[in-house]
């Protein structure tokens, strides 16, 4: 009996103690909450930080000032603003095409995009995943990277880019929101090939001397290493904008 009683008034004490623990929890994340958020409920606070981020446009790799004249030194030609629209016209057409699973719009992309795309769209399908970006807007863009090797100049680009995206199958979201604005970061490569070779894989244009058709392998070089001749690029025939990618924390 007194083993009974005994047990009883441990376990009381286990059960107040669980309580006053519990409460003390609660209190701890009530200041905590409303320390960050302004008011006293964690999941209200966490879903009105949410929805403020929601509007925030995120911050893009600013190195325009510093690339563009160096790239305008190698390429004269080089016209930022011209490829800056080019850039953000076809990244959002790019996800109106995953969007719609159709190319009918990206008929002016180079091949490289539209592979990029139709195996995107390909995977959706293959997987039975219906996935949608809505309220595509892009804030700003810049150059992030300039990079010339192997007979090719990359120039990054980055964009700031608000819009909603989702994936659903069978009427059930997979990832992503409906009905919440996402604020992201998209690259997107803009590339000059002048290696023949390098073309030839890359699906970029290469150049070869209007004279004596001998190859150009050295980038922005103006005169045929061969025979002396003038070689003038035409710029929108030699610049590529060759793929896209969302940032994320592990791929910046």
Request: with cysteine; aromatic share 8%.
């Amino acid at each position: 009996m007194k083993g009974l009683v005994l047990f009883g008034v441990v376990l009381l004490c286990v059960i107040i103690a669980v309580v006053i623990l519990v409460e003390y929890i609660k209190r701890k994340m009530r200041g905590f909450s409303r320390e960050i958020f302004g008011t006293d409920s964690f999941t209200e606070g966490w879903k009105m930080q949410e929805e403020e981020l929601s509007v925030i446009p995120a911050s893009v790799s600013g190195m325009t000032r510093i690339l563009e004249p160096q790239i305008q030194k190698d390429f004269p030609e080089f016209n930022w603003v011209q490829f800056k629209n080019k850039a953000e016209e076809v990244l959002r057409v790019s996800l109106l095409a995953i969007t719609t699973q159709s190319m009918e719009q990206m008929s002016d992309a180079s091949e490289a995009l539209k592979e990029q795309v139709e195996g995107r769209i390909l995977e959706n399908q293959t997987a039975g995943v219906r996935e949608v970006y809505e309220r595509i807007r892009i804030h700003q863009t810049e150059i992030a990277k300039y990079e010339k090797k192997n007979g090719r100049c990359i120039v990054t680009l980055q964009s700031a880019v608000e819009h909603i995206h989702y994936k659903e199958k069978d009427g059930k979201i997979l990832s992503g929101k409906k009905d919440l604005l996402e604020q992201t970061k998209y690259n997107m490569e803009l590339m000059y090939i002048q290696n023949e070779n390098m073309a030839n894989n890359s699906h970029g244009v290469g150049l070869t001397c209007p004279n004596c058709g001998a190859p150009i392998q050295t980038l922005g070089i103006k005169c045929c290493e061969y025979c002396g001749s003038e070689v003038v690029p035409i710029n929108m025939q030699v610049w590529s904008l060759q793929h896209f990618y969302e940032v994320t924390y592990q791929r910046v």
